[in-house]
């Protein structure tokens, strides 16, 4: 056994002894990159040949890019300057073509010797630098090249062997770092890969006709075809998911040997009372999905079920109807929610859905009433004090709460059933904190209104069985969506008042959404960036500027209210009182409003600067309207040009409402690393070559592998290189969380 730590001892050695501090500095501080192996892992993004050159037109802006091309020409001005009155001052301006489109490289001062003896016309090099835009046309400013010689050039800047190879990797690069020096470290690193230890069974290796890891990992960095490529992928690809299925598999198979109390309903109790008072019947969906977990609540093991549907799919029903049966069963339930607003929210409606039922202990309150008590950091001492007595004495039978409910002062007298609100917003260590407070484990509901794509779920919420509601229930109103471009037409945003104005006059109410609150204090470097943004941004983004500009302007004489993070709760509880009571006319926030809030006099939504906001949240914000019998109107304001991906982006929210296929968009579009916001603990991080839509099928086979391995070796003995690789990524994960807080 002691033999795997010592074949490891190669791949954990620190990079500073390896490759010099200098550079091992800018790797842990830029790439993350500590270790031997982790530089090993640090793939090529992509691969360059040299025949071949890269597609200028492509090139994102504000980007650092690598870019392989040829110099087209190359001129040298002579200017005047503050610093150089003499027409001293020096630019080089170099044009590089890939045949199809063009870039311009400038160089001043100083800096213009080297390249302008270096670079002339018909040279191909390897450039690196930021995209940014200058007089309409694409530029890099002082960029790190490399020259690309061939084997005829009498003396190259590199020894040819380097490049010698037809393909060459270029690096996800940072600009302290370009990507042709990570090749050269990896270059004096690559000799330890044979000394990685295969984390795969052997038996699974071989009968996928997978290369061994030793063999990929040079593959991978000194391919010299693009079938290595391919080869190396596909087995390094197999190592994530594996490991991580592995991961999952073990927490499935840890959590299924827990004991938990059965929880079923009484036949004529709080559920039967509660849905006889219900004004509607539930859709076929919310039985089917309440079947399933009464199913799971009446076992002697927890539920671990994921509960994800769409913009008000009426999850939350389903979930308080759990809740109201484990309270039959003599269990309190318990519901975390991520932000004070959204559990005052939740604590109203759920309130007027139970009516009397939620009067348990007062007189008018039905026989089979229960208390619903909610409970966050901001409330009074004396409420605290009462909701926390209600809970220790079983008095309470469902509790509503935000991160305050895991604090160790909070006791439950038997706590049954915990549902988490918007999963993705806390780590795993938060829900087991909160899971620790029963006698035995409780069962577990977690909700989210992101859809998720099947990938996804299986690879982030590997560890639970998923639920999806995927019908909208009878009355709800369709939402027309449309992208308002306020730089090239600004009367559609003129527009967009009028109609907000009109769905006022017509008794309805309307949310108007900006990135940001307007008062911040932010660091220096933070402020002037956005002064910029502003001088080249109309409306300004703010809450309180566009509030203001609003009320003076083209919605004078309404009542308009602001709601941000930053406010005081009681005064947040009280406008969105006053809003959901329609004494507000429209409400202008930030993304406070984007779970949960449910006013269904709200027909209108404008979003500023809708290209600031994720596809995933811009469908969340969108659900707020259209929640009654009227239609619902969502306006998504840009000042991006049309042909920008960013308009794309909006183009395709405007264009569906189908959330799994917008979170599809979202994933092809964005890393995987934020598909669900950064606070899901671990897991995803580790995805470096892994990418979740197009390998579908790998997860899905590397799940059924994995229960496979645990359900016969659930500690891995027989595995020792799997249990090393497992350590390794839950370190970080730990890491990652500790990091957090």
Known sequence: MDLVPALQEPLRQPLKSVLGPATAKVMAEHLGLHTVGDLLHHYPRRYEERGQLTHLADLPMDEHVTVVAQVADARLHTFASAKAPRGKGQRLEVTITDGSGRLQLVFFGNGVHKPHKELLPGTRAMFAGKVSLFNRRLQLAHPAYELLRGDGDAEGSEPVETWAGALIPLYPATAKLESWKIGKALQTVLPAAQDAVDP???????????????????????????????????????????????????????????PAVARRPLPDGLLTAFDDRLPFTLTEGQQRVSGEIFTDLATEHPMHRLLQGEVGSGKTLVALRAMLAVVDAGGQAAMLAPTEVLAQQHHRSVVEMMGELAEGGMLGGSEHATKVVVLTGSMGAAARRQAMLDLVTGEAGIVIGTHALIE???????????????????????????????????????????????TV???VFGDLETSVLDQLPAGRSPIASHVVPAADKPHFLARAWERVREEVENGHQAYVVCPRIGDEEDDPKKSRRSAEDEAEKRPPLAVLDVADQLAKGPLGGLKVEVLHGRMHPEDKDAVMRRFSAGETDVLVATTVIEVGVNVPNATAMVIMDADRFGVSQLHQLRGRVGRGSAPGLCLLVSEMPEASPARQRLNSVASTLDGFELSRIDLEQR????????????????????AV????????????????????????ESLPGLRTALDALLDEEREQYLEKG
Not at 671 to 690: C, F, W
Not at 697 to 716: C, G, K, N, Y
Request: proline share 6%; no cysteine; charged share 30%.
């Open 200 to 258: 795969l069974p052997d038996g699974l290796r071989e009968g996928r006709g997978l290369l061994p890891l030793p063999e990929a990992l040079l593959k991978i960095h000194r391919p010299h075809t693009k079938a290595d490529i391919a080869d190396a992928r596909a087995r390094l690809k197999w190592d994530e998911a594996f490991v991580l299925q592995v991961a999952l598999a073990r927490r499935r198979h840890a959590d299924a040997l827990l």
């Open 408 to 454: 160790d002062k909070v006791q439950f007298h038997d706590l049954g059933l915990v549902v988490v609100d918007e999963q993705h917003r806390f780590g795993v260590e938060q829900r087991d904190a909160l899971r620790g407070k029963g006698k035995q484990p409780p069962h577990l509901l977690v909700m989210t209104a992101t859809p998720i794509p099947r």
């Open 457 to 459: 779920a299986m690879t």
């Open 671 to 690: 890393r995987e690393g934020d598909v669900l916001g950064q606070a899901q603990s671990g897991a995803r991080t580790s995805l470096r070559m892994l």
């Open 693 to 716: 839509i197009e390998d579908e099928e790998i997860i899905a086979e590397a799940r059924q592998e994995a229960t496979a391995v645990v359900a016969t070796d659930p500690e891995l």
